[in-house]
């Protein structure tokens, strides 16, 4: 029952944080990747797909994660690394922290550029 209760407080917790984060990409970002990210509440009753689906995005748009950073907003890589940094891989942490730093993989031609324009 213990691990149960866990689970559920990880959730909870997880889905304040996505609530947030949801705002904190339409004021920051606007409506469309907003909305876009708004898909996380398809499984905001299940930590693992929750977790997975944060995991995706993480590779899928890294230059919102560093515009909202530059903002001092919450991002998905913000809740990777320093908020729920137990319910992700070592991996998962390092993606998020580069594109926090600015570090953002080319995804063609697999070379690192610095972001400047943001």
Not at 60 to 85: D, F
Request: glycine share 6%; net charge negative; proline share 1%.
């Amino acid at each position: 029952m213990a691990n149960q209760d866990r689970r559920a407080c990880d959730l909870d917790r997880l889905v304040r944080l996505m609530e947030r984060c949801q705002d904190d990409t339409l004021e920051v970002l606007g409506s469309g990747a907003a909305g876009r990210l708004g898909n996380w509440q398809r499984y905001e009753d299940d930590l693992e797909a929750l977790v997975n689906f944060i995991r995706e995005r993480l590779l899928h748009t890294r230059e919102n994660g560093y515009a909202l950073e530059q903002k001092h907003r919450l991002s998905l890589e913000r809740i990777v690394v320093h908020e729920c940094p137990e319910l992700f891989s070592v991996e998962d942490r390092q993606i998020a922290e580069a594109t926090l730093a600015g570090i953002l993989q080319a995804r063609a031609t697999g070379t690192c550029r610095r972001s400047t324009t943001f």
